[in-house]
């Protein structure tokens, strides 16, 4: 069916005849044929809009019909309906007209792609400071529960060392295991061009012992629990919970997050102990099946390079690691406010920053190993 | 005889989010083991001022003042009053019983069988008795209110603040929450704060009120409720009592 919106025009006065169906389906042909009426109707002094030849019009096409003697009123032209063609479309349109708010102008968004960094890096001191204030305000919370030790939910702790340990051991072991496999596997084709295949046990104990098994087992908790608490605090946040918390009296940060970061610091160091055992078996494999190396051989060669500098160096920033993700997807889970999306984008920033922070914490404690010339 | 001291003094509060205010000048009282409702339509700062009234948040200007407590915001350990939160707010992960102990066994050291025996006797008040080992995902919303009330009880505490006691419950729920409102006030005298709209809920439980107003981001009618209805000459107030058309625009500034 056609949509028309015809305008005739007599000097000053112009009388706007809509045709065929104003309404949702035809929407884009009426968006159309208002602006051509409107391009045409420039200079007229009053306007009156004929219904009489409307087939349809549902809400729609009235507020299209509206917003256009809107504008035209608001050019200084007087703009009518004649109602006794149509009295329900004049009715609809009237109502459209009378109901229509006048919002003072709201700020545009910046778009553009400057705005846009601006617009982050301007929230960045608010995100600092929000981070200083959580990490203060935890802080405080471990000697006040030192001197009240109720005041800490310690009877989750058996439950979140099941969770964020035992249950994650399977996926750590694996990842772990995987690892050593690549080194030894990077070694052989590496170290083999010199002949030094004999040096694979050496390279796998320094390289897992110091760097990746920290880093791969924080990564993975990280992505695991990381995920896991910042979505658990931040669906309490969201549904009251921390509020009944905080209105009987409680502390969250000691209540929630002292318990979540215990849990993290005991099993995270043990998660990193049993990867690096699994990781000297995946270099042990690799090494076997690919060279003549026997196992008695290469594991000989292992115990000779593990040393206590190498294991401490690696196991001493677990709980560095395991805190900075604790308190990242606590202090997220507690930020969020809003709803079932808020829970969504909150994990999500916690997981990220959690990989991230302990990537850099690693990458510091590299560089401080190897100033101390450790 | 001097008169007693009201239970909670606000006196000149401004609450708002930055720039924005959604109540400035705002005074009133509540007066001991009475059933104090905040009304007002959507939006008009009704929660605002409850999350101030229970010290979640500071107020940007004025004083709170909770007759034993002080500034709520400021107390340390037990809490003097308790809340029912809009959806109940029990922690999702403990049994009924376990949510109602947690209050009792971190702030008194009552233990075993008084500590079970104590939260079956508030689970009886509030008509949950058989329900103490579900957890709150079992039950239904106006359970899990009335467990919510349960726990606000444990303490013994004189005062409760209810949040929306019965949004979105059926109407026989709700009524019957309102009656076990007024068995804690008349009953065992507790001074009951509640944050809602509910017409039949107020003329039912409310001995006082406040009406607010987010135009005139305040306070525009206090008195009985029954009263207001009756004999208040102000539109706003008069249409929030009869559930009259009140101005249909939406334009904020006409």
Same mark, same amino acid.
């Given at each position: 069916?056609?949509?028309?919106?015809?305008?005739?025009?007599?000097?000053?006065?112009?009388?706007?005849?809509?045709?065929?169906?104003?309404?949702?389906?035809? #929407?884009?042909?009426?968006?159309?044929?208002?602006?051509? #009426?409107? @391009?045409?109707?420039?200079?007229?002094?009053?306007?009156?809009?004929?219904?009489?030849?409307?087939?349809?019009?549902?809400?729609?096409? #009235?507020?299209?019909?509206?917003?256009?003697?809107?504008?035209?009123?608001?050019?200084?032209?007087?703009?009518?309906?004649?109602?006794?063609?149509?009295?329900?479309?004049?009715?609809?349109?009237?109502?459209?007209?009378?109901?229509?708010?006048?919002?003072?102008?709201?700020?545009?968004?910046?778009?553009?792609?400057?705005?846009?960094?601006?617009?982050?890096?301007?929230?960045?001191?608010?995100?600092?400071?929000?981070?200083?204030?959580?990490?203060?305000?935890?802080?405080?919370?471990?000697?006040?529960?030192?001197?009240?030790?109720?005041?800490?939910?310690?009877?989750?702790?058996?439950?979140?060392?099941?969770?964020?340990?035992?249950?994650?051991?399977?996926?750590?072991?694996?990842?772990?295991?995987?690892?050593?496999?690549?080194?030894?596997?990077?070694?052989?084709?590496?170290?083999?061009?010199?002949?030094?295949?004999?040096?694979?046990?050496?390279?796998? /104990?320094?390289?897992?012992?110091?760097?990746?098994?920290?880093?791969?087992?924080?990564?993975?908790? #990280?992505?695991?629990?990381?995920?896991?608490? @910042?979505?658990?605090?931040?669906?309490?946040?969201?549904?009251?919970?921390?509020?009944?918390?905080?209105?009987?009296?409680?502390?969250?940060?000691?209540?929630?997050?002292?318990?979540?970061?215990?849990?993290?610091?005991?099993? /995270?160091?043990?998660?990193?102990?049993?990867?690096?055992?699994?990781?000297?078996?995946?270099?042990?494999?690799?090494?076997? /099946?690919?060279?003549?190396?026997?196992?008695?051989?290469?594991?000989?060669?292992?115990?000779?390079?593990?040393?206590?500098?190498?294991?401490?160096?690696?196991?001493?920033?677990?709980?560095?690691?395991?805190?900075?993700?604790?308190?990242?997807?606590?202090?997220?889970?507690?930020?969020?406010?809003?709803?079932?999306?808020?829970?969504?984008?909150?994990?999500?920033?916690?997981?990220?920053?959690?990989?991230?922070?302990?990537?850099?914490?690693?990458?510091?404690?590299?560089?401080?190993?190897?100033?101390?010339?450790? | 005889?001097? %008169?007693?001291?009201?239970?909670?003094?606000?006196?000149?509060?401004?609450?708002?989010?930055?720039?924005?205010?959604?109540?400035?000048?705002?005074?009133?009282?509540?007066?001991?083991?009475?059933?104090?409702?905040? +009304?007002?339509?959507?939006?008009? *700062?009704?929660?605002? +001022?409850?999350?101030?009234?229970?010290?979640?948040?500071?107020? $940007?200007?004025?004083?709170?003042?909770?007759?034993?407590?002080?500034?709520?915001?400021?107390?340390?350990?037990?809490?003097?009053?308790?809340?029912?939160? $809009?959806?109940?707010?029990?922690?999702?992960?403990?049994? +009924?019983?376990?949510?109602?102990?947690?209050?009792?066994?971190?702030?008194?050291?009552?233990?075993?069988?008084?500590?079970?025996?104590?939260?079956?006797?508030?689970?009886?008040?509030?008509?949950? *008795?058989?329900?103490?080992?579900?957890?709150?995902?079992?039950?239904?919303?106006?359970?899990?209110?009335?467990?919510?009330?349960?726990?606000? !009880?444990?303490?013994?505490?004189? !005062?409760?603040?209810?949040?929306?006691?019965? %949004?979105?419950?059926?109407?026989?729920?709700?009524?019957?929450?309102?009656?076990?409102? !007024?068995?804690?006030?008349?009953?065992?005298?507790?001074?009951?704060?509640?944050?809602?709209?509910?017409?039949?809920?107020?003329?039912?439980?409310?001995?006082?009120?406040?009406?607010?107003?987010?135009? %005139?981001?305040?306070?525009?009618?206090?008195?009985?409720?029954?009263?207001?209805?009756?004999?208040?000459?102000?539109?706003?107030?008069?249409?929030?009592?009869?559930?009259?058309?009140?101005?249909?625009?939406?334009?904020?500034?006409?």
């Amino acid at each position: 069916m056609s949509v028309a919106l015809r305008a005739d025009r007599e000097g000053d006065h112009a009388t706007l005849v809509p045709i065929g169906s104003f309404d949702l389906t035809h #929407a884009t042909a009426v968006t159309q044929e208002v602006k051509k #009426a409107e @391009a045409s109707l420039s200079g007229s002094c009053s306007v009156d809009v004929d219904l009489g030849q409307l087939d349809r019009i549902d809400g729609t096409g #009235a507020v299209l019909l509206a917003r256009l003697l809107d504008r035209l009123e608001a050019d200084g032209c007087r703009a009518s309906i004649v109602e006794g063609n149509n009295p329900e479309a004049a009715r609809l349109i009237a109502l459209y007209r009378e109901r229509r708010a006048v919002l003072p102008a709201t700020e545009t968004r910046a778009t553009g792609a400057l705005p846009r960094i601006g617009a982050l890096v301007s929230q960045l001191p608010r995100k600092a400071n929000n981070a200083f204030d959580f990490i203060g305000r935890c802080a405080i919370a471990v000697p006040r529960a030192a001197a009240t030790p109720s005041s800490v939910d310690w009877r989750s702790l058996p439950r979140l060392v099941q969770e964020i340990g035992a249950d994650a051991l399977p996926v750590t072991s694996a990842a772990n295991l995987l690892v050593g496999v690549i080194i030894g596997l990077l070694g052989i084709s590496q170290l083999g061009r010199f002949g030094a295949i004999t040096y694979v046990p050496d390279l796998v /104990v320094v390289a897992h012992f110091r760097e990746l098994g920290p880093l791969v087992t924080a990564i993975v908790v #990280a992505g695991r629990s990381g995920a896991g608490l @910042a979505s658990e605090i931040a669906t309490m946040k969201v549904s009251e919970e921390i509020d009944a918390l905080r209105s009987m009296g409680f502390d969250p940060v000691r209540w929630l997050v002292l318990p979540r970061c215990f849990a993290l610091a005991i099993t /995270v160091p043990l998660l990193t102990w049993v990867g690096d055992v699994l990781a000297l078996v995946g270099g042990l494999a690799a090494t076997v /099946v690919m060279t003549d190396m026997t196992p008695h051989a290469y594991i000989q060669a292992t115990a000779n390079a593990i040393t206590a500098s190498h294991l401490l160096t690696g196991l001493i920033k677990c709980p560095f690691l395991a805190l900075a993700i604790g308190l990242i997807a606590c202090g997220q889970g507690l930020l969020t406010s809003g709803g079932a999306a808020a829970v969504g984008a909150r994990t999500t920033t916690a997981v990220v920053l959690a990989i991230f922070s302990t990537i850099v914490i690693s990458a510091v404690f590299t560089l401080f190993f190897a100033l101390m010339g450790i | 005889m001097p %008169a007693p001291k009201p239970h909670i003094t606000v006196e000149d509060l401004r609450i708002g989010w930055g720039t924005r205010v959604l109540l400035e000048h705002t005074t009133f009282q509540v007066e001991r083991g009475t059933i104090f409702a905040i +009304l007002g339509g959507s939006g008009c *700062g009704k929660s605002s +001022l409850l999350r101030h009234l229970i010290g979640l948040v500071q107020p $940007q200007a004025g004083r709170i003042d909770i007759d034993g407590v002080g500034d709520p915001s400021r107390y340390e350990g037990a809490p003097p009053f308790g809340v029912l939160f $809009q959806s109940g707010a029990l922690f999702s992960s403990m049994t +009924l019983a376990e949510n109602l102990s947690l209050p009792l066994t971190t702030w008194t050291r009552i233990r075993g069988a008084t500590a079970r025996e104590l939260v079956h006797a508030k689970l009886d008040l509030v008509g949950l *008795g058989a329900f103490a080992e579900h957890l709150p995902g079992e039950i239904s919303g106006g359970m899990k209110k009335r467990a919510g009330i349960a726990r606000a !009880l444990m303490l013994e505490a004189d !005062l409760l603040f209810f949040d929306e006691p019965s %949004a979105g419950l059926d109407p026989i729920s709700a009524v019957e929450l309102d009656q076990l409102i !007024l068995t804690l006030s008349r009953d065992l005298g507790i001074t009951v704060v509640i944050v809602t709209h509910e017409l039949p809920s107020i003329f039912l439980v409310a001995d006082n009120c406040i009406v607010l107003d987010k135009v %005139a981001k305040g306070i525009v009618a206090r008195g009985d409720p029954r009263k207001l209805r009756d004999e208040s000459e102000i539109p706003f107030v008069h249409a929030f009592f009869t559930r009259s058309s009140y101005g249909v625009s939406t334009n904020p500034g006409g």
